[in-house]
């Protein structure tokens, strides 16, 4: 199935060559979780990250579903 993932900050190295605007399409299997789209991108799962599905905080092991936009984050930190 087919979802976009939107990468930021420092995450966005991990993105697919073919992306573009920050975004890329990603085609997961049918079940797949928040986890398993960072595990596709290669990101490390001990790397802290803050998930959002269709603009919903979300646990990483939340399931996805057709056509969902998930947004990863590093963690942020201000002052």
């Given at each position: 199935m087919r979802i976009e993932v939107r990468?930021?900050?420092?995450?966005?190295?991990y993105l697919p060559p073919e992306s573009r605007n920050g975004?890329?399409?990603?085609e997961v299997p049918?079940?797949?979780t928040v986890?398993?789209?960072?595990?596709?991108?290669?990101?490390?799962?001990g790397l802290a990250r803050i998930s959002l599905v269709n603009g919903r905080e979300a646990s990483s092991d939340h399931p996805?579903?057709?056509s969902d936009i998930v947004d990863?984050?590093?963690p942020l930190a201000g002052g």
């Open positions: 990468l930021f900050a420092t995450f966005a190295a975004a890329a399409t990603l049918e079940g797949a986890a398993d789209v960072g595990r596709v991108l290669g990101i490390s799962s996805l579903m057709r990863l984050f590093p």
